[in-house]
């Protein structure tokens, strides 16, 4: 069997940005949930003089990624299959058009992964409830719920723009809410309540989910031209320097200075952005282009992670936490080194996965 075509199809290399939209939607709101409960997180909260009341559980995390690995890649395949007629007219090179991958298997493979990965995931969030035994019944179903409610959101948002994209003006504003879920699904797994813990820093999640709707929303608006050879809106390259300012101030104003962190997310960005300008002039740039916002998201992913405390967790570590406490230690070494390096690695995790498989 040639996994080759089965590759292109899934555009495996964006897939490290949907980890690290998840990623932070967990760190945040584990952060905060670990405040409440006395998890050992922020130095200056916590009092290392007492043991931390209980471990954070980071395999959920894991499988999450994987569950939400499974609903991307099935869009994706999706999205070739409901385009087959499509692209034997205009890109008759892509797997399913050239006899590469035939549109049957496309469709059982697609919505295969987009429905496993779609009932794995809330899977993952009863098991996650079930690892707290002190959680009332009740509660544990009505959070359950809850979450189903929101990953079978993200799998209809991915069925309507794969299904009806084409020709539509309004394609860019469901792919933007798809990205825009993510956080929030990562959000939702962490916390034993999903409405307390998505209700702490309210404002911190809606303008995640904002900032990542209107990133992905333009550089949408720029992959419409990529298979027609015009030149997308003037609006589609200033925008996209103004859409993280919100999130950006936001996070780097934030008491204590702890986002200041958000400064140099934000530099990285819209350098990166500028120089994929330069190398990839329009209109033959528009595949760059794209292929360069799709890579850059990690880095306003970052900018989700400057309003919490999470860089002093790294950066004001007790050292008696490191002697006499193994439980802070096994809270602060791996939330901390997922915080901080965690975007920073799925960002350089595109860069790498692009040379063997497009992102287009």
């Not at 880095?299 to 999470?310: A, N, S, V």
């Not at 690695?345 to 692009?354: I, K, M, P, S």
Request: glycine share 10%.
């Amino acid at each position: 069997m040639n996994l080759r075509p089965w590759l292109i199809l899934s555009r495996g290399s964006n897939l490290p940005t949907v980890w690290s939209s998840v990623l932070v939607g967990w760190l945040a709101a584990t952060y905060w949930d670990g405040v409440s409960s006395s998890l050992a997180l922020d130095p200056r909260m916590v009092d290392y003089g007492r043991p931390a009341s209980a471990p954070i559980l980071f395999w959920p995390l894991a499988w999450l990624l994987l569950a939400v690995s499974a609903i991307y890649v099935g869009g994706m395949i999706l999205n070739d299959y409901f385009d087959a007629a499509w692209d034997r007219q205009h890109r008759p090179s892509r797997p399913i058009p050239s006899g590469a991958v035939s549109r049957q298997a496309a469709g059982v493979v697609g919505f295969g992964l987009l429905f496993a990965g779609a009932a794995g995931a809330i899977i993952v969030r009863f098991l996650r409830m079930a690892a707290v035994p002190e959680v009332a019944a009740g509660q544990q179903g009505d959070d359950l719920g809850l979450f189903a409610v929101i990953v079978l959101a993200l799998v209809a948002c991915v069925l309507v723009y794969d299904r009806w994209h084409k020709g539509v003006v309004w394609a860019p504003v469901v792919m933007g809410l798809c990205r825009a879920l993510l956080p929030i699904l990562g959000a939702a797994l962490a916390g034993e309540s999903i409405l307390a813990t998505l209700a702490g820093p309210a404002e911190l999640y809606l303008l995640a989910a904002a900032t990542l709707w209107a990133h992905t929303f333009g550089l949408t608006w720029v992959a419409r031209h990529e298979a027609t050879d015009g030149n997308p809106p003037g609006w589609t390259a200033w925008a996209l320097f103004v859409v993280p300012l919100p999130l950006a101030m936001y996070a780097g104003f934030s008491r204590a200075g702890s986002g200041f962190f958000a400064w140099p997310a934000l530099a990285l960005f819209a350098a990166w952005i500028w120089v994929s300008n330069r190398r990839h002039p329009l209109p033959a740039g528009v595949p760059g282009r794209v292929s360069d916002r799709l890579a850059a998201s990690p880095f306003l992913d970052y900018l989700i992670l400057g309003r919490p405390f999470l860089w002093s967790t790294i950066l004001l570590g007790a050292p008696a936490a490191v002697i006499f406490h193994p439980t802070h230690v096994a809270n602060l070494v791996p939330f901390g080194t997922l915080a901080l390096l965690g975007p920073l690695a799925c960002f350089g995790l595109t860069l790498l996965f692009r040379r063997w498989i497009p992102q287009t």
